[in-house]
C-alpha cells in the first residue's frame, strides 16, 4: 500500500519555541492531507485538512495562528507548532487519501511532541 | 456536528474468545472504515463498507455496516494475542470528506 512518512518521530523542546512536523507522501501524491492529534488512550481528533495550493481548513476550536500548516507541494505538508507550552505535548499524525484512489486514508507513522 | 460513538471502550478476552465492537453515527453515512492502531503504532486500515447491509469477511473478522448506513460492527471470532490493539471506526458523511472517528475499543486478550 501507498507509504506516508513523518518527521520527526518524536521531539523535545522548551516552552515558547516553535516546533515543524512534515508529512511526507512517498509514492502517491496527495492534494488533501489531514492532521490529527492522539492524546492517550484516545481517539484522533482531525485539526485541519491541508490543501496542496491554498488555505487549510481547521477545524471548530483549532486556532490556525498556533498551528501553522503548509501544504506546498503534491506530497509534502507541515505542521508548525507555534509558541508551544506543555498543554500541546501530544501525538500529532497526518494521514493522506490516495489521489483517485480509494476512501481509504494512510496514516504516517506520528509525531510525540514533549513540551517542556 | 456528526458524532460517531463507539462501544465498548475497553474489552479484555481470554485468548480463543469472540470479540465485537459496535458503531453508531449520528448521521447517515455514505461509507464506514475501519481502522487497527497496535500499542505505540499509528492506525492501519482494515476495510471500507459502502453499502446498505454489507457484510464483509477477512479471516477471522466479520464486518457489517447496517441497514439505515449508520451503524456497524467488528467481530472477531476466536481472538488471538496478534489481535491486540485498539480498533477504531470511522465515518464519512459523502466520499472524500473529512473522517469522522469513533473513540476506539482497545482489546486486550489474555493468552
Known amino acids: 500500500g501507498a507509504v506516508v512518512s513523518q518527521h520527526p518521530s518524536r521531539v523535545i523542546c522548551k516552552s515558547g519555541t516553535s516546533v515543524k512536523i512534515e508529512c511526507r507522501s512517498l509514492?502517491?501524491?496527495?492534494?488533501?492531507m489531514f492532521w490529527y492529534r492522539q492524546f492517550p488512550k484516545k481517539s484522533l481528533m482531525l485539526m485541519a485538512t491541508?490543501?496542496?495550493?491554498?488555505?487549510?481548513?481547521?477545524e471548530q476550536g483549532v486556532e490556525k495562528d498556533k498551528f501553522l500548516i503548509n501544504h506546498a507541494s503534491l506530497t509534502l505538508s507541515t505542521l508548525t507548532v507555534t509558541s508551544a507550552h506543555p498543554e500541546d505535548s501530544s501525538f500529532y499524525i497526518c494521514?493522506?487519501?490516495?489521489?483517485?484512489?480509494?476512501?481509504?486514508?494512510?496514516f504516517g507513522p506520528g509525531t510525540r511532541l514533549t513540551v517542556l | 456536528g456528526q458524532q460517531v460513538m463507539q462501544i465498548p471502550q475497553y474489552q479484555h478476552v481470554q485468548e480463543g474468545e469472540d470479540f465485537t465492537t459496535y458503531c453508531n453515527s449520528s448521521t447517515t453515512l455514505s461509507n464506514i472504515q475501519w481502522y487497527k492502531q497496535r500499542p505505540g503504532g499509528h492506525p492501519v486500515f482494515l476495510i471500507q463498507l459502502v453499502k446498505s447491509g454489507e457484510v464483509k469477511k477477512q479471516k477471522r473478522l466479520t464486518f457489517q455496516f447496517g441497514e439505515a448506513k449508520k451503524n456497524s460492527s467488528l467481530h472477531i471470532t476466536a481472538t488471538q494475542t496478534t489481535d491486540v490493539g485498539t480498533y477504531f471506526c470511522?465515518?464519512?458523511?459523502?466520499?472524500?470528506?473529512?473522517?469522522?472517528f469513533g473513540e476506539g475499543t482497545q482489546l486486550t486478550v489474555n493468552p
Open positions: 470511522a465515518g464519512q458523511e459523502t466520499s472524500g470528506s473529512r473522517l469522522t
Open positions: 509514492d502517491f501524491q496527495a492534494t488533501t
Open positions: 494521514s493522506a487519501p490516495q489521489r483517485g484512489g480509494s476512501n481509504e486514508q494512510f
Open positions: 491541508s490543501n496542496e495550493g491554498s488555505k487549510a481548513t481547521y
